[in-house]
């Protein structure tokens, strides 16, 4: 308070007070024109065009937030007494959040205690004390408000304490799934994708950004694979941040994904896609609804492409090209539509133009088949290519599902859809028209869905070994007896 009158101290105090706990008071807050500050007056004075201050007007209170389903368990527990709780404390004590709302805490940690009553009961060093009160009537304090099992409706009050002083906090009750849910409303059910299971194989930007998007969909388990740990250079693109770097990527992406829906559920397998993982993985494909390709490499997005369709899966493919001037993605119906080894054999020259994105594959240029050294690539450049991978992926999980979303099924039928950031130099796109000038002709920033055929005679999804026995004259017939491979690793 900058005013130093103790009088008008004193009111200021008491008119807050009422604020934050929403109840008349003796004094009000009100904006005195003459003067061009805040003052505080006593009820019922006759101010002329006064401005009354109320707590949306002027976030004054701190505020801490606190879980109605984490009191609703332990309503019964406080007839005996106190219990502990534990916040994150936030921007210098402005914000509490209950620990446990999510994965990810402050490096603040405030102790306080729940108690019955209609008053503040510190203790020890707790700097926090909520003081919860059965209430019958809850009009205008309804939002400070929830209702136990017992069917008994209780007030919830709290303050904090700061040298030897008590301030009010407004608080927040937070119905976690309740609220999460409000915003897909009318486009998703609650629980359409709860039991949905979404296989993500490498979580760089699209992959990690890709899950993310899923969660907040309402995609309720998730099984990660990566074996790469969070690097300073990643979080200029990746949605984990400084703080995380180190961590594996798997353990960073779950959390994430629990920040968004604390009830998803978590498989993590920090390990390679290689030839020698494959027999690993095969459990994984078959827990799963989809998969989602966001490997950097095409010795691992063919092993993938053998699991998938081994286990009649569609799976996602996502890349952006060198750079990220543009990206593609494609998606795999097995036996339906042209598997990834057919994308290869079709368009060898656009499966060839990929990015990067770590120094450990730039090492690995002669395996996996690289021409070029770590790539640099703006995020927002990525993020359009896993925006449409991960609608795709939507897309696919609530096909049979009823939801409003499925109007879109018409509009993404071509397997492969490629997208151009800018018209990238020694590129055939260069020439491109620009955005602003064209309507008729192919530009960037617009999505381009290609229809390409499945190949009969492709060596991982189509019949290949009878095309082979055709083109050289040889009679299958005769070779009943001999043990062939149905379908080899292609490499």
Known sequence: MSTNDPQQQSM???????IAERRPGRTKLVYDKTKRTIVAVAQGAQIPKALDITAEDADMFAVVSLSTAWLRENISRLSGGKLSISLSSWDKGDA????????????????????????????????VSVAIDQVADVRGVERFTFLAPNGERY??????????????????LVDVLPAIEERRKGLLESSALADSTVLCIGLGTGGAYIAIELAKCGVGNFIL??????????????PGGLSQVGRKKVN??????????????????????????????????????????????????L??????????????????????????????????????????????????????????????????????????????????????????????????????????????????YFWLNRPEAGTKYSSWPALSESIDEMTIHRWYGV???RDENCSMCGDFISAVAAEHGIDLQSLANVQIPSKPLPF
């Open 12 to 18: 200021i105090r008491e008119a807050m007070k009422a």
């Open 96 to 127: 509490f959040t209950q620990r446990g709302l999510g994965a990810l805490s402050s490096d603040y940690i405030a102790e306080g205690s729940v108690s019955l009553g209609k008053t503040s009961a510190f203790s020890g060093d707790q700097s």
């Open 155 to 172: 007030l919830v009050k709290a303050w904090q304490k700061r040298a030897n002083e008590e301030e009010v906090l407004e608080v927040h």
């Open 225 to 238: 694979v990566d074996p790469d740990r969070l690097s300073a250079g990643n979080v200029i693109r990746h």
């Open 252 to 301: 960073v992406v779950q959390d994430l994904l629990i920040e968004k829906n604390p009830d998803v559920k978590v498989s993590i397998h920090p390990i390679a896609t290689t030839v020698e993982s494959a027999e690993e993985m095969t459990p994984l494909f078959r827990a799963a609804d989809i998969v989602v390709c966001g490997t950097d490499n095409r010795p691992s997005k």
């Open 303 to 416: 092993i993938v492409n053998k699991l998938s369709v081994d286990a009649k899966i569609v799976a996602l493919y996502g890349g952006a090209f060198r750079r990220a001037y543009g990206g593609q993605v494609l998606r795999v119906r097995p036996r339906h539509s042209p598997c990834y080894q057919c994308f290869v054999s079709a368009m060898p020259e656009e499966a060839n133009d990929v990015e990067i994105a770590s120094d450990e594959a730039a090492a690995g240029i002669s395996y996996s088949d690289r021409p070029v050294p770590v790539e640099p690539g703006l995020s927002l450049d990525v993020l359009p290519i896993a925006n449409m991978l991960a609608k795709l992926a939507l897309l696919e999980l609530i096909r049979a599902k009823p939801s409003s979303l499925n109007v879109l099924q018409r509009d993404f039928e071509a397997p492969w």
């Open 451 to 453: 229809d390409l055929p």
